[in-house]
Every structure is written in structure tokens, then in C-alpha cells.
């Protein structure tokens, strides 16, 4: 196989991409000293995290000269994210930092008034206009797909500036911004978006490029007409693992959380077992899931560091599903079993070896907030949300909730934040609080969710998996008034989960809250409706979707 070289220079979680080089006919050798640069070829610059932490990195390593010698000779470079940050003069992140400087505008931050920030999920890569015709679809990108970003700032578009410097630029549109989400120049290509995510799309930029192939195939995508600019409605299918009564992992389902079976052959308590964790995950990918989730949810038992199949599953996706993977269950400072205690963070990095994109902090979350809150409101630095978040972006850091109704006659009956809801429960009060829970739901806490937003957005979480015990495998839709209620409540995305139960609820929860995702499990597994028929009629009802590209 031929090789590409691959600039791994801080903590990243780049199995995805290797696998995705491989996937288009590469293997990688790894740039472990600045002089290892000049022997390569083509070369790959990813980057995860912080503007000024990589670029520092980059900086005291002595790579960003020899980086800078291998564009300047014309040989094939690539940069990926901060990859493709490094290559401006600066970012508003870092404002005492200095890029490479070989493109001079500066990133800034997305505006938060009116949309979620980080941008998480999938958007366009349009070739403009300004650009000489044949260089609108450079290195193989096209009109009518989507691609993967994750990132809080960008490179805000200005027209013509850069093509009149002889860049081919491709941009997105996220709210009122139009952001550069690719560039190209001869031998230079850099994106925004992570071609090793973005399924079929991204894997085809990704061969463009190590073939060098600039204007692969141009002709045809010109003639695509470009399906609509703008993030799209993400639709992610999670998976529940856990270990049945004959130690396989399966995926399960539980109602209100209860994965045992009640009725049928298998009444007297079997787990519930819907089918195989890796096939399931193809599968849904193949559906056009624009993510999967995968949630072992015994990790409060088991020691995930003794739990090697779920590594393996991970290991095992990744090579399959090129769209982005979290993992949650049991992110927290550990005990191995030979006693080792054993940080959140390197718990976090066997992971992220493994395959996944993000990490989902479930219990642990709760209880770091509770010490937040009685410490008066300051950070620790050392919870397991901020640590990983400091390390590998706060993109990479979901923080999983699983709340549950408590009703009351009145707000004034409880410290906790009510809403009034249009849903009484059988006393007839009508207002209540949504309360925390941890193992799994076994357990309550005096914390309310919207304390416990609050605090792991200050912590550094990227984003809200937002459960709902009260609607988990209801089939009866999402809780509106949750979301709406915890969206009012921070700047960080998140995703609506619990009750999703036919294609109508999925429009519902995009029309009726600002959430900026939504999730199914049950009645994906139960074979019901698959994720394409969600989409399809997301798109009938006139909402952006991606479609699956084979
Ligand atoms: O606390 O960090 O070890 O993480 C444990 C993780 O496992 C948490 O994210 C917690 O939500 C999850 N979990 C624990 N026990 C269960 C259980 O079901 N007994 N599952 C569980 C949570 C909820 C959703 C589910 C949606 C959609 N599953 O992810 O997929 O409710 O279901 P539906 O569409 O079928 O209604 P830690």
C-alpha cells in the first residue's frame, strides 16, 4: 500500500482517521520528529482541541518550520480541522498565538445569540462562485453532499478575498455565518469538516487528496445540483449494551429503563436482546444515521477497564461506520481490578484509541456538579469532564442526563426549578422539576437538570445527551417541554432521546423545540421504522436532511 504521513502531535483521537486511510488504499507511517517531515511525501496535519494548544505543541516541537518547508516544496499537505486552522494567521481563541500565516485571516468564534456553539454535525463544503468554474468541486467534493464539522470557530467567508489569492474555496453556512469549510491550492487541501466522519463524502475528498486527484471527476459533480445550504437535521441511532444472563454483549431496550423481559417466552426476567452491537451499527450507518451511540449500561457494575469486548466493538465499528461514534458508560476515575487507580482521562483515552469520537459522562456528571455547586460555583480542574475536555476538545465530551418528573402542587414547594406542564399526572399537579439520577436511573439526587446543564457547560462539556426516564421506550414521543427547558438553559448543543416512537415524533421535536439532534433506539432495533424512513419524512415535511451516499 502506499503511505501518507500522519503529524501526530497532541492527544487525538485519530483512529477514525487512520481507518479511514486505509479504507481508501493507504497506510500511514507516524512524523515522530521534525526531521522525519522532509521524508515524507504527503502529509497529514489533524488537529483536535485548542487553536493555541496545538499550535503551541506544534511551535516547542519544531515542527511548524519543517511543516512549513514541505508546502513550500509543493509535495502534498493536508490539514484537517485545526489542521486547517493552523494554516491562518490566528484565532480569536488564542489571540497570542500565531498560525502558520500562509492564509491571513484570523478564525473567530461563532456567534451564540441565536444557535447552539460548538456547530456540531452535518453541512456543506459549496464550492463558490468566485472561483474560476473548474475549481468548484476541487479534490472530489461535491455539491449535493455533507460533511461532518465540529468546532466553535471558524474562518468567517469574505468573497473573492482568497480566490483572488488563487485558493479554491468551499464554503458553509451556519445561522446567518458563511464559514470557509474547505480550501485548496495546488498541492494544499484543508478542511474544516473531518473527511474521516463524513461517510462516503469524506472518504472520496479523502482518496481525491492522496491521489491527487484536484479536480477529480469535476465535470460530473459540477452538474449536481447542491441539495440545500445549511447544518441538517442530525438523526442518531443509539445502541444499549449490556451483558445478558449467558455473558454476550447485546444490544437492549429498556421501558422507563427496566431492560428485563415481562412477557412472552423469555418472561422471568431475561435481558432483552435485540441483536449484535457491530452488526447493528453497520447497519444503522448504511440507513443514513448521522451518528451512533452506543451506551453500556451495567459500566456502574463492571469495571470498564476489564471490559475488553466493549473495546473490541468499538475497534471493530470504527472500520466499518465512518460516521462519528460515543461511547458511554463508565467514564470516571476507576479502580482497575489489580487495584490501579486509573484516571477519567486515560479511561477516556483507551476509548478514544478504540475508535470513538466522544466520550458520554453519565453518573459521574452528576456527582461533579453537586461538588461544584457546593463549592459555590468553582471549577476543580480535575473532574473527569474537564480533564478530557481539556485534553481532547471540548467536542469530544457528551454529557449524558437521565432525569426524571417529580410533580408538586407549587413552585414554591420545592428549591428546584419547575415548569408548568401541559401533562399533569394523576393527582392532577401541574407543575414539576425534572430530577437527576445516576446508575442507570437506580438512584436520585437533589439536583435538578438544569442545575446539572449549567454546571457541565461551565466544566467544558460540548454537548447534552438529554434522556427522559418518565418517556424511555414509550413510543409516545419526546418530552418538548424537557428540551425546551434545558435548551433555555445553556449555549451548548443537545440531543433529545427517550420516546421516540414513529417519523412524526422526530418532526415534532424539531418544530416544537430548538434541540439540536434527536435520537432513537427502540423502535430502530424493533425493526418499526428504519433511520432512512425518518429521514425521508424529516424531508417531506420540508426539514434539511443528509442522505446516505453508498
Ligand atoms: O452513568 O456514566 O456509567 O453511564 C451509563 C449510561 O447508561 C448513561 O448514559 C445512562 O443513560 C445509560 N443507562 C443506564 N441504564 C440504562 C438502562 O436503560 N437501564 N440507558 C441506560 C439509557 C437511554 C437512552 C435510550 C433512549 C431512547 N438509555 O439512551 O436509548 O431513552 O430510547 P427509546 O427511543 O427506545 O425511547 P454512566
Given at each position: 500500500m502506499p503511505t501518507v504521513h500522519l503529524l501526530d502531535y497532541v492527544a487525538g483521537n485519530i483512529r477514525s482517521l487512520v481507518n479511514a486511510i486505509n479504507k481508501v488504499g493507504y497506510e500511514v507511517e507516524w512524523i515522530r520528529s521534525p526531521s522525519d517531515i522532509e521524508k515524507a511525501e504527503k502529509l497529514i496535519l489533524p488537529g483536535v482541541g485548542h487553536f493555541g494548544h496545538c499550535l503551541t505543541q506544534l511551535s516547542d516541537g519544531g515542527y511548524l518550520e519543517p511543516i512549513r518547508q514541505h508546502i513550500n516544496s509543493g509535495k502534498p499537505f493536508m490539514g484537517i480541522c485545526v489542521g486547517l486552522q493552523a494554516l491562518f494567521n490566528g484565532s480569536e481563541e488564542n489571540p497570542d498565538v500565531s498560525g502558520i500565516g500562509l492564509i491571513p485571516m484570523k478564525m473567530q468564534k461563532f456567534d451564540d445569540k441565536s444557535k447552539s456553539v460548538p456547530h456540531i454535525g452535518w453541512n456543506s463544503a459549496l464550492g463558490t462562485n468566485e472561483a474560476n468554474a473548474d475549481r468548484?468541486?476541487?479534490?472530489?467534493?461535491?455539491?449535493?453532499s455533507k460533511y461532518y464539522y465540529v468546532h466553535s470557530y471558524a474562518a468567517m467567508y469574505e468573497p473573492g478575498f482568497l480566490e483572488k489569492e488563487g485558493w479554491s474555496v468551499a464554503t458553509a453556512t451556519y445561522g446567518e455565518e458563511r464559514f470557509i469549510g474547505a480550501i485548496g491550492r495546488e498541492n494544499i487541501l484543508a478542511t474544516q469538516f473531518h473527511p474521516e466522519k463524513s461517510g462516503q463524502a469524506g472518504l472520496r475528498t479523502l482518496r481525491a487528496f492522496l491521489n491527487g486527484d484536484y479536480l477529480q471527476s469535476f465535470t460530473e459533480a459540477m452538474h449536481l445540483e447542491p441539495r440545500g445550504d445549511g447544518l441538517t437535521r442530525r438523526v442518531i441511532a443509539c445502541l444499549d449494551v449490556r451483558t445478558n444472563d449467558d455473558g454476550d454483549l447485546v444490544v437492549t431496550k429498556g421501558d422507563q429503563y427496566d431492560v428485563r423481559e415481562k412477557s412472552g417466552s423469555d418472561a422471568g426476567g431475561q435481558v432483552r436482546n435485540l441483536g449484535k452491537p457491530v452488526d447493528m451499527a453497520k447497519r444503522y450507518y448504511e440507513q443514513g444515521a448521522d451518528e451512533v451511540t452506543f451506551l453500556n449500561i451495567t459500566s456502574f457494575r463492571n469495571c470498564p477497564l476489564a471490559d475488553t469486548p466493549m473495546l473490541e466493538i468499538l475497534r471493530r465499528t470504527s472500520e466499518t461506520v465512518f460516521v462519528p461514534l460515543t461511547i458511554g458508560g463508565g467514564i470516571k476515575d476507576t479502580v482497575d481490578t489489580d487495584g490501579t487507580k486509573v484516571p477519567a482521562l486515560d479511561v477516556a483515552t483507551m476509548y478514544f484509541k478504540s475508535g470513538a469520537d466522544k466520550v458520554s459522562i453519565g453518573s459521574d456528571s452528576v456527582f461533579a456538579a453537586e461538588e461544584y455547586y457546593s463549592r459555590g460555583g468553582k471549577l476543580s480542574g480535575d473532574t473527569a469532564i474537564e480533564t478530557i475536555s481539556n485534553a481532547y476538545g471540548k467536542q469530544a465530551v457528551v454529557v449524558s442526563v437521565d432525569p426524571k418528573r417529580v410533580y408538586v402542587d407549587r413552585p414554591e414547594d420545592t428549591p428546584h426549578h419547575t415548569i408548568k406542564t401541559a401533562y399533569p399526572n394523576q393527582a392532577g399537579q401541574t407543575f414539576c422539576w425534572y430530577q437527576c439520577t445516576v446508575k442507570g436511573g437506580r438512584e436520585t439526587r437533589d439536583l435538578d437538570v438544569r442545575q446539572l446543564v449549567k454546571a457541565v457547560e461551565a466544566m467544558g462539556a460540548g454537548e447534552i445527551l438529554l434522556n427522559c426516564i418518565d418517556k424511555d421506550g414509550s413510543n409516545s414521543g419526546f418530552d418538548l417541554e424537557l428540551i425546551n427547558d434545558v435548551k433555555a438553559a445553556i449555549k451548548i448543543p443537545v440531543i433529545a432521546s427517550s420516546g421516540a416512537g414513529v417519523p412524526e415524533h422526530f418532526s415534532d421535536v424539531f418544530n416544537y423545540t430548538s434541540t439540536d439532534a434527536a435520537l432513537g433506539a427502540g423502535m430502530f432495533h424493533r425493526g418499526e421504522y428504519t433511520v432512512s424512513q425518518v429521514k425521508d419524512y424529516l424531508a417531506s415535511k420540508g426539514f434539511l436532511v443528509r442522505k446516505f451516499e453508498s
Amino acid at each position: 500500500m502506499p503511505t501518507v504521513h500522519l503529524l501526530d502531535y497532541v492527544a487525538g483521537n485519530i483512529r477514525s482517521l487512520v481507518n479511514a486511510i486505509n479504507k481508501v488504499g493507504y497506510e500511514v507511517e507516524w512524523i515522530r520528529s521534525p526531521s522525519d517531515i522532509e521524508k515524507a511525501e504527503k502529509l497529514i496535519l489533524p488537529g483536535v482541541g485548542h487553536f493555541g494548544h496545538c499550535l503551541t505543541q506544534l511551535s516547542d516541537g519544531g515542527y511548524l518550520e519543517p511543516i512549513r518547508q514541505h508546502i513550500n516544496s509543493g509535495k502534498p499537505f493536508m490539514g484537517i480541522c485545526v489542521g486547517l486552522q493552523a494554516l491562518f494567521n490566528g484565532s480569536e481563541e488564542n489571540p497570542d498565538v500565531s498560525g502558520i500565516g500562509l492564509i491571513p485571516m484570523k478564525m473567530q468564534k461563532f456567534d451564540d445569540k441565536s444557535k447552539s456553539v460548538p456547530h456540531i454535525g452535518w453541512n456543506s463544503a459549496l464550492g463558490t462562485n468566485e472561483a474560476n468554474a473548474d475549481r468548484q468541486a476541487f479534490y472530489g467534493l461535491r455539491p449535493n453532499s455533507k460533511y461532518y464539522y465540529v468546532h466553535s470557530y471558524a474562518a468567517m467567508y469574505e468573497p473573492g478575498f482568497l480566490e483572488k489569492e488563487g485558493w479554491s474555496v468551499a464554503t458553509a453556512t451556519y445561522g446567518e455565518e458563511r464559514f470557509i469549510g474547505a480550501i485548496g491550492r495546488e498541492n494544499i487541501l484543508a478542511t474544516q469538516f473531518h473527511p474521516e466522519k463524513s461517510g462516503q463524502a469524506g472518504l472520496r475528498t479523502l482518496r481525491a487528496f492522496l491521489n491527487g486527484d484536484y479536480l477529480q471527476s469535476f465535470t460530473e459533480a459540477m452538474h449536481l445540483e447542491p441539495r440545500g445550504d445549511g447544518l441538517t437535521r442530525r438523526v442518531i441511532a443509539c445502541l444499549d449494551v449490556r451483558t445478558n444472563d449467558d455473558g454476550d454483549l447485546v444490544v437492549t431496550k429498556g421501558d422507563q429503563y427496566d431492560v428485563r423481559e415481562k412477557s412472552g417466552s423469555d418472561a422471568g426476567g431475561q435481558v432483552r436482546n435485540l441483536g449484535k452491537p457491530v452488526d447493528m451499527a453497520k447497519r444503522y450507518y448504511e440507513q443514513g444515521a448521522d451518528e451512533v451511540t452506543f451506551l453500556n449500561i451495567t459500566s456502574f457494575r463492571n469495571c470498564p477497564l476489564a471490559d475488553t469486548p466493549m473495546l473490541e466493538i468499538l475497534r471493530r465499528t470504527s472500520e466499518t461506520v465512518f460516521v462519528p461514534l460515543t461511547i458511554g458508560g463508565g467514564i470516571k476515575d476507576t479502580v482497575d481490578t489489580d487495584g490501579t487507580k486509573v484516571p477519567a482521562l486515560d479511561v477516556a483515552t483507551m476509548y478514544f484509541k478504540s475508535g470513538a469520537d466522544k466520550v458520554s459522562i453519565g453518573s459521574d456528571s452528576v456527582f461533579a456538579a453537586e461538588e461544584y455547586y457546593s463549592r459555590g460555583g468553582k471549577l476543580s480542574g480535575d473532574t473527569a469532564i474537564e480533564t478530557i475536555s481539556n485534553a481532547y476538545g471540548k467536542q469530544a465530551v457528551v454529557v449524558s442526563v437521565d432525569p426524571k418528573r417529580v410533580y408538586v402542587d407549587r413552585p414554591e414547594d420545592t428549591p428546584h426549578h419547575t415548569i408548568k406542564t401541559a401533562y399533569p399526572n394523576q393527582a392532577g399537579q401541574t407543575f414539576c422539576w425534572y430530577q437527576c439520577t445516576v446508575k442507570g436511573g437506580r438512584e436520585t439526587r437533589d439536583l435538578d437538570v438544569r442545575q446539572l446543564v449549567k454546571a457541565v457547560e461551565a466544566m467544558g462539556a460540548g454537548e447534552i445527551l438529554l434522556n427522559c426516564i418518565d418517556k424511555d421506550g414509550s413510543n409516545s414521543g419526546f418530552d418538548l417541554e424537557l428540551i425546551n427547558d434545558v435548551k433555555a438553559a445553556i449555549k451548548i448543543p443537545v440531543i433529545a432521546s427517550s420516546g421516540a416512537g414513529v417519523p412524526e415524533h422526530f418532526s415534532d421535536v424539531f418544530n416544537y423545540t430548538s434541540t439540536d439532534a434527536a435520537l432513537g433506539a427502540g423502535m430502530f432495533h424493533r425493526g418499526e421504522y428504519t433511520v432512512s424512513q425518518v429521514k425521508d419524512y424529516l424531508a417531506s415535511k420540508g426539514f434539511l436532511v443528509r442522505k446516505f451516499e453508498s
